[in-house]
C-alpha cells in the first residue's frame, strides 16, 4: 500500500492509542456530570464611542466550561470610567440557560475602560474584556472564529445552531464553518467528497447567507481543503459572495498540490468581482504537515496563517519556548520549514490569525481542552456523533480555541475579507479579547501596504506597543527576526488590580537592517517584528495574543549584493 491508501488507517491507529491511553475515571465523569459554578465571562464591543449604547452579554460558566444553565445570582455591575451610565446589576434566574444581556451600557470618557462584575453570593470579582474609547476610529476591532466544522463534516452539531451560538451566546462579529471537502478514516474520503458536491457545500453557503447581518454579524461561505493524513497540510478557503464560492476538489489530479489550487483560483479572481483567501493551519503537526520551504508559495493568495487554535501554536518548536507545542494526533514535526517563523525566515508575507479548529458548534469557546466530561443526553440527541462531543469524553492533549481580531472600518464581509487579504488581523487565545496596538515608525499592521520603508539600512526605527488585557499582563515580548529583541515585564500574579491589565512601552532599534537568510537564494530583505503579548494565569494556559509581523525594509535594498 502507498501512503495515500495508508494514510486513514494510520489517522484510525492513532485516534485508537488516544483512546487507550487517555481513558478518563468513571469517578471525574460522573462528578463532572453535576454542574458546579466556576466564573463569569463577560463580553462588551471592543470599541465604541462616548456615549455610545453597547450591549454586555454575561455568561455563567461551571467547572468544564459549560453553559451552567441553572445558575441563579445577582451580579453588581461597576466601571472604571466615573462618567459612564451602565445597569447597576444582572440577575441569572435558572431560565436563562447561563446567559443574560443588558442594553445601554456607555462609557463617557475617552480611554481605556472595564466593567467588573462582582458575584453578591460569594464576593467573587470578574472583570469584562477592555473596551477603547475614542471620538473617532478609523477603523473598530471586530472580533470572529472562522475554522469551525459542523455535522457535515467529522464534526457535531449543525452550522445553524452554531452560528446562534457565536452570534447570541459568545458575541461574535465573525464565523465561519470550513467543513472538509474530503476526508480521512472518520468518513471514506470518496463518500465525503461526494456529499460536499452533491449538497453539503451549497447548504453551508446558504446557511452563511442566512446568518449574514451586515453591521452585526458576518459569515463568510469556507471548505477546507484537505489532503489525507500524512500525505500534506491543509488550507481553509474563504469566499466573499455565496453567489461566486467554488468547490475546488483537493483530491482531482488537476487540482491536487498547493500551487494546482492557487493557479485554479488564480483563474477563479480573474473571471469574478469578489475575494477568494486561502488561509494554511497546524503546518507544524506531524500527521497533516504544510512544508513552506517546499511549496512554491503564494503569499498574496495566502496572506496569512493559523498561527494558533486548539491544536496549539505552530509559531516555533516546543523546545523554543512555545506554551503551546502541537500535542494531538502525532504532535509537532521536527523538522524546519514548518514553522510560522520558518516562513517569515524565507520571506514570505504572512500574517497571524487564531480560530478554534473545533468540530462543534461553539464558536468562540472551544471546550474539548476543558476537564472529561460526559455531554448532556440533549447533546448528544441535537449534535450527534461527532469529535466535538467525543474528545469531550476522551483528552486529546489540545488547547482552549483561538480567536482573530479584525481592525475594519466597518462590519461587512468587504471589509472582513479586505482585512484577511491586507493582513489587518492578528490572532489571540479564547476566549481572551486582548487589545494589543503595535507600531514600528507609527505604522501597525492594518497600515501597512507591504512594508515600512526607511531611507538607509543604519536608519533607527521607533517601536511601540500598548496593551490591554482581559487578565493581568505579564510579558510583552518584541520578536525581531524571530529572536526576543525587547521584553516588557509585568506581573505574574494573576489576581493583580486592574492597573496590572494595561501596559505600554517604546524603544528605539538603532541596529542595522540585516534581514534572515533561509539558503542561499531565500530570506528577507528586511527585518521582521512581531509582539507577543503572554497574560498571568492560574489555569495551565495563559491567555496569549500575537501581533504582526511588520516588515521594515531600506528604500534600497542591499540583498546579494
Known amino acids: 500500500m502507498n501512503r495515500a491508501t495508508l494514510g486513514p488507517l494510520i ?38 464611542t462616548p456615549g455610545e449604547p453597547l450591549r454586555l452579554t454575561v455568561q455563567a460558566w461551571d467547572q468544564c466550561e459549560r453553559l451552567h ?25 435558572g431560565s436563562d ?41 478609523d477603523r473598530r476591532v471586530y472580533w470572529g472564529d472562522i475554522h469551525l466544522h459542523s455535522i457535515r463534516s467529522d464534526g457535531a452539531g449543525d452550522a445553524e445552531s452554531g452560528y446562534r451560538f457565536g452570534r447570541d ?74 453567489a461566486d464560492a467554488t468547490l475546488i476538489d483537493s483530491l482531482a489530479a488537476a487540482s491536487s498540490t498547493y500551487e494546482d489550487l492557487w493557479e485554479r483560483l488564480r483563474e477563479w479572481e480573474r473571471t469574478h468581482d469578489s475575494r477568494v483567501v486561502t488561509v494554511p493551519h497546524h503546518p507544524a503537526e506531524a500527521m497533516y504537515p504544510f512544508d513552506f520551504a517546499s511549496v512554491d508559495y503564494d503569499d498574496d493568495l495566502a496572506p496569512l496563517v493559523e498561527v494558533y487554535s486548539q491544536w496549539g501554536s505552530s509559531e516555533r518548536p516546543g523546545r523554543e519556548g512555545n506554551p503551546f507545542p502541537l500535542a494531538m494526533g502525532q504532535g509537532e514535526i521536527d523538522e524546519a520549514g514548518h514553522y510560522v517563523q520558518d516562513a517569515h525566515r524565507l520571506g514570505y508575507r504572512v500574517g497571524l490569525i487564531g480560530s478554534a479548529d473545533f468540530h462543534g458548534p461553539h464558536p468562540g469557546h472551544s471546550i474539548i481542552h476543558a476537564r472529561p466530561h460526559l455531554p448532556a443526553i440533549r447533546e448528544w440527541r441535537d449534535a450527534g456523533l461527532g469529535w466535538g462531543n467525543i474528545w469531550r469524553v476522551w483528552d486529546e492533549r489540545s488547547y482552549p480555541g483561538g480567536l482573530t481580531a479584525f481592525l475594519a472600518p466597518d462590519l461587512t464581509r468587504r471589509s472582513i475579507m479586505s482585512a484577511l ?126 501581533v504582526g509581523p511588520i516588515w521594515v525594509e531600506a528604500a534600497v535594498a542591499d540583498r546579494g549584493a
Not at 16 to 43: G, M
Not at 507 to 524: F, H, L, Q, S
Open 421 to 546: 487579504r491586507s493582513r489587518s488581523v492578528y490572532a489571540t487565545t479564547q476566549p481572551d479579547r486582548i487589545l494589543v496596538d503595535f507600531r514600528v515608525n507609527g505604522v501597525d499592521v492594518a497600515d501597512q501596504d507591504d512594508a515600512v520603508r526607511v531611507d538607509t539600512a543604519e536608519a533607527t526605527r521607533a517601536i511601540s506597543v500598548a496593551v490591554a488585557g482581559t487578565a493581568p499582563i505579564e510579558t510583552v515580548e518584541i520578536v525581531k527576526n524571530n529572536a526576543v529583541w525587547r521584553t516588557l515585564d509585568g506581573t505574574d500574579d494573576p489576581d493583580a488590580d486592574l492597573d496590572a491589565y494595561t501596559v505600554s512601552s517604546e524603544w528605539v532599534d538603532d541596529d542595522p537592517i540585516t534581514g534572515m537568510d533561509w539558503d542561499a537564494e531565500r530570506g528577507t530583505d528586511g527585518d521582521v517584528y512581531v509582539a507577543r503579548v503572554t497574560q498571568a494565569s492560574a489555569d495551565p494556559y495563559p491567555g496569549v495574543a500575537w
Open 169 to 242: 451566546v459568545m458575541a461574535l462579529d465573525v464565523a465561519a464553518y470550513t467543513d472538509h471537502d474530503t476526508m480521512g478514516f472518520f468518513i471514506p474520503p470518496a463518500w465525503q467528497r461526494r456529499r460536499m458536491h452533491r449538497e453539503y457545500f451549497d447548504a453551508l453557503c446558504a446557511l452563511a447567507d442566512a446568518f449574514d447581518d451586515p453591521g452585526t454579524f458576518v459569515t463568510l461561505p469556507a471548505y477546507e481543503w484537505t489532503k489525507q493524513p500524512n500525505m500534506g497540510g491543509h488550507l481553509n478557503v474563504y469566499f466573499e459572495d455565496s
Open 11 to 48: 489517522k484510525a491507529v492513532e485516534t485508537l492509542k488516544v483512546f487507550a491511553t487517555s481513558t478518563p475515571s468513571p469517578r471525574e465523569l460522573l462528578a463532572n456530570r453535576h454542574q458546579r459554578f466556576d466564573r463569569l465571562h463577560a463580553i462588551l464591543p471592543s470599541t465604541a
Open 97 to 137: 440557560g447561563g446567559v443574560v444581556r443588558a442594553e445601554g451600557v456607555r462609557f463617557e470618557s475617552p480611554g481605556i475602560h472595564y466593567l467588573t462584575l462582582t458575584e453578591d453570593r460569594t464576593g467573587e470579582r470578574f472583570v469584562s474584556n477592555p473596551v477603547h474609547v475614542a471620538t473617532d476610529h
Open 69 to 93: 444553565r441553572d445558575f441563579e445570582a445577582t451580579v453588581t455591575l461597576a466601571t472604571t470610567d466615573p462618567e459612564a451610565s451602565n445597569h447597576r446589576t444582572v440577575s441569572f434566574d
